[in-house]
């Protein structure tokens, strides 16, 4: 934890536009990268962030996928009313409203809660507490004010669990669901919101909202899903014309495609992002074969031509929940962060009498690397117990070319 005495600066402060409010107006932001205090911090999150993660994780929302299961399996179990609304609020200033001695009183109720013997990995409760201060934009600031906001909302997640409701916050934003009227939520919002004058909240109560990235709409008791375009993006993408490889061009549209899949619950919707997805596309210089070639692919590879075709209902829907329940890259990494020992696992290199060789996956002459790399290697230097491994820099979803995704795939291969 020691600071680099070559990049070692004084914090200081500078101010961003929150454009995208109705009302203009600045974020102070204290720039403390290169501080003295900063590894200090950045201990003090990685030690408390990945407990935090573990305790919350059925509060939490990682993203809008998470909210939409949720609310797969709420109308699966008959609470999806046509009287039910959907509830969000915005914590105002999370990280700057919150009292300095309010914070560490719940730091130090947290880690007695959640130590073994006044200590979490052999560091004493009383030392972390003196530890703890951070100015906002440091990594411990989040993590704090999520601890804070935890004991604040006890009252509420107790309430929602009592009824059968849905809570769940992302950082500020929270989302509910009930089938209280208007007024008495509201009540009950008001009573939690007495509790702590530091917090104050905007509340919005409807039966089609958007939260996130995701519109979210209870049509007479039935679930509906899009995406949400916020007003102030803007249709910029990687242009073709950059200086990328290919294959980071047709992840583009695998990616949005898979988004768009997860997000809208119906193949009309999803038609009609599909479309919109194509036309940001061409604007950004994307060839319109380029374009066909890999939309293809996509619904090839998912065995859905018939949702591209026909608009398939059925089909979509195939595709919809399969896609829909497949873990995201960051619900992956934060399983990894949450459990510690998946981190420990992952660093150990339990092959240490084996030579992988790596190279960078190219469209072009490299796609048959691999078969001419065996051939010569066969030829010339190959014996009974060879050594030799193939490997790809990149994960398997970037290693995409003409041919189908399984044959881009480099495995594992003893000789």
């Not at 951070?134 to 009592?162: C, D, R």
Request: a neutral charge.
């Amino acid at each position: 934890m020691y600071p680099n005495l070559k990049t070692l600066e004084l914090a200081h402060i500078y101010f961003n536009l929150k454009v995208h409010k109705p009302e203009m107006s600045v974020q102070p932001i204290l720039a403390s990268i290169n501080a003295p205090a900063r590894q200090i911090s950045s201990f003090l999150d990685q030690l408390l962030t990945p407990i935090y993660n573990y305790v919350t994780k059925d509060i939490t929302f990682i993203n809008s996928i998470y909210l939409i299961r949720k609310l797969n399996e709420y109308q699966q179990q008959d609470y999806l009313t046509s009287t039910t609304f959907y509830v969000i609020f915005d914590v105002t200033d999370l990280y700057t409203m919150i009292p300095r001695d309010g914070a560490i009183a719940a730091l130090t109720r947290f880690c007695e809660k959640y130590s073994t013997n006044r200590k979490i990995a052999n560091l004493n409760i009383d030392t972390i507490i003196r530890l703890a201060r951070g100015a906002m934009g440091s990594p411990f600031t989040m993590v704090l004010a999520n601890i804070y906001m935890l004991e604040w909302e006890q009252k509420l997640i107790a309430h929602q669990n009592g009824h059968h409701e849905i809570y769940g916050r992302y950082i500020d934003d929270v989302f509910m669901t009930t089938n209280l009227s208007k007024d008495e939520i509201l009540q009950q919002l008001n009573e939690t919101m007495k509790t702590d004058h530091n917090i104050k909240i905007t509340i919005t109560i409807k039966q089609s909202l958007e939260y996130l990235d995701a519109t979210i709409e209870n049509n007479n008791g039935n679930l509906k899903t899009t995406i949400y375009h916020k007003s102030a993006w803007e249709p910029y993408i990687l242009p073709y014309e950059s200086d990328h490889p290919r294959h980071i061009h047709a992840n583009i549209i695998y990616t949005m495609l898979v988004r768009a899949a997860r997000l809208c619950s119906t193949v009309e919707d999803f038609d009609m992002e599909r479309l919109s997805t194509e036309m940001i596309l061409l604007l950004n210089g994307y060839p319109p074969k380029f374009l066909q070639q890999h939309m293809k692919n996509f619904f090839i590879q998912h065995d859905a031509m018939s949702v591209w075709t026909e608009l398939n209902s059925e089909a979509y829907q195939q595709l919809h929940n399969a896609l829909l329940y497949k873990p995201t890259r960051r619900e992956l990494k934060s399983k990894v962060q949450t459990n510690g020992h998946l981190i420990q696992n992952r660093n150990n290199y339990e092959h240490k009498d084996q030579i992988y060789l790596h190279y960078t996956f190219e469209n072009g002459p490299l796609v048959d690397f691999k078969k001419e790399y065996r051939q010569i290697w066969e030829k010339n230097y190959v014996y009974p117990g060879s050594l030799l491994f193939y490997a790809c820099n990149h994960p398997p979803k970037t290693c995409i070319h003409n041919s189908t995704q399984q044959d881009t795939y480099i495995t594992v291969k003893s000789n």
